[in-house]
């Protein structure tokens, strides 16, 4: 694929440098769609996307995918990710679910933009021994394990719905443990194997997993760092990498979710809903389609969008027929923009590719359309169906779709015979996915990156103290060390001895407790 910012160079790229500082001082986004560069003010799919939900992580939903499950095609596997940008080493309060939220899956089997299933996740947070800082105590050997100090379990409720009606609620799963942040190597030597006790299978035919994952969206976020870096040396590089995220995977029944084999379609959406003060919830998140609140909604729009439905998607449909980001592709990258009004979104975005994911009568609305009785793909491409695989985005998204080049193709014509071959460089994500559910990676260790100077690997943590503190050059083992830690030690205990001494002569001074 070429670079987004390949057309650049010489003078054009000089002169483009005040298009993009005008821009940004715009709240303009990039072609790759994303905003500034920082990690902890960053835009992905839907990372900090509105400006009330980028305050809140816990309730800020990221991503969603949902996808034929490729080992199990009889099945369907929607994936919900939260908290963006989790630093895995961000303890000591790590990353945990919203107690009082409700994490939402929504389920469109007829095409009238109302939900007919919704799958209702709720969290609760445990604190076996509130006398410590740490989240957990001890090494970790599974989920049960005492020394998890930090612990969570959910419930699952099934609503069946008819015109936003509740027809019936089932429990499908409840106290289901949730995999924990993963701290590092010391606390949880076998990561692997809480993630596996992390999935559940319920008694109607569903698979369940929450908790931390790697997050899997890819994408060089470094676009406004004066064209990646001034000279395009920076291109290419996955900037998400290493960042976790929570979440949800559900893996169910295609006969539970679609209408009938005759219409297999459904749409999908997440949501989030808050619970006031006044003990009642009320919605602070949406997602569909990935990229939508993030470039397509202007700033005026996005917390309304995150707060609204889809059957009320109407409100919303200029800003899909007359689009800001072509017009700010042409302004910077001088890429003339298609003709507007762009139907051709309406019916990728909207309603769904007819003959591949649009279901009959189909009503326009903002959701992820998958046709469940498409096969998983063999050898899945990663522009989808842009590149003949009907498998793919925007038939459905599965977590190797790469939806910035396909989104950044189609908004640039693709589909009006404006032939494009856009990108921005990062093509997979760093880490493989797995083969069988819940799919997505192991998250990233809070002990990742090298050791520190001078310590060796292999070693417990008092041996690679002695190494740490050793002089350079100087021999391991002998009399000189065993000095040298001595002498570290007495400094230490004669720098206690004299805080406390000064603490006294304070405390006398000001005659009260301290």
């Not at 005040?18 to 799919?45: D, E, H, K, N, R």
């Amino acid at each position: 694929m070429t670079p987004l910012i390949s057309r650049g160079r010489g003078a054009r790229r000089r002169a483009l440098i005040p298009l993009i500082c005008g821009a940004l001082a715009a709240g303009g986004l990039t072609a790759a769609g994303v905003a500034t560069l920082q990690p902890g003010a960053a835009f992905a799919s839907s990372h900090r996307e509105a400006p009330l939900i980028s305050g809140t992580p816990q309730y800020d939903n990221t991503d969603l995918y949902a996808f034929v499950s490729p080992d199990k095609p009889d099945t369907t596997t929607i994936v919900a990710d939260w908290i963006p940008f989790e630093e895995p080493a961000g303890g000591p309060n790590f990353f945990t679910f919203a107690d009082d939220a409700q994490y939402d899956i929504h389920i469109d089997n007829n095409g009238d933009s109302q939900g007919e299933l919704l799958f209702r996740y709720t969290f609760k947070t445990r604190t076996r021994n509130g006398g410590t800082f740490l989240y957990n105590t001890g090494p970790v050997t599974g989920l049960d394990d005492p020394d998890l100090n930090v612990t969570q379990t959910y419930d699952i409720d099934l609503i069946r719905l008819r015109n936003q009606h509740v027809l019936s609620r089932t429990k499908l799963a409840d106290d289901v443990p949730v995999a924990p942040s993963n701290v590092g190597k010391a606390s949880m030597p076998d990561y692997g194997r809480l993630r596996a006790q992390a999935v559940h299978r319920t008694a109607g035919g569903t698979t369940t997993f929450a908790g931390q994952a790697d997050d899997p969206f890819f994408l060089d976020l470094r676009v406004f760092d004066l064209l990646y870096g001034g000279n395009l040396t920076e291109v290419g590089r996955d900037t998400l990498k290493g960042y976790n995220v929570n979440t949800i995977a559900l893996q169910v029944p295609n006969d539970l979710i679609r209408e009938s084999a005759g219409q297999p379609v459904v749409g999908v959406w997440s949501t989030t809903q808050r619970r006031t003060a006044q003990g009642s919830y009320t919605q602070v998140s949406r997602l569909g389609n990935p990229l939508v609140n993030e470039v397509v909604n202007p700033q005026k729009d996005k917390d309304r969008f995150n707060a609204s439905s889809p059957w009320y998607d109407g409100q919303f449909l200029k800003n899909v027929t007359n689009p800001e980001l072509p017009r700010l592709i042409e302004g910077i990258y001088k890429i003339k923009a298609p003709a507007e009004p762009r139907d051709d979104l309406v019916d990728v975005f909207l309603k769904g590719v007819k003959g591949l994911n649009q279901p009959p009568g189909v009503k326009p609305a903002e959701e992820l359309r998958l046709n469940t009785s498409i096969r998983p793909s063999a050898h899945p491409k990663r522009l989808g169906v842009l590149d003949g695989d009907n498998a793919g985005f925007p038939n459905g998204r599965r977590l190797t779709d790469d939806v910035v080049d396909e989104a950044l193709q189609v908004v640039e014509g693709e589909l009006v015979g404006a032939k494009n071959d856009l990108g921005d460089a990062v093509d997979a994500n760093d880490k493989a996915f797995g083969k069988s559910f819940p799919y997505v990676a192991e998250p990233t260790s809070g002990s990742r990156g090298p050791l520190a100077k001078g310590t060796t690997s292999g070693t417990d943590v008092r041996s690679q103290l002695g190494d740490a503190i050793r002089p350079a050059g100087s021999s391991s083992g002998g009399l000189g060390d065993t000095t040298l830690i001595a002498a570290s030690a007495a400094s230490g205990a004669a720098g206690i001895l004299l805080i406390g001494t000064a603490l006294a002569w304070w405390r006398r001074r000001m005659r009260r407790p301290y």
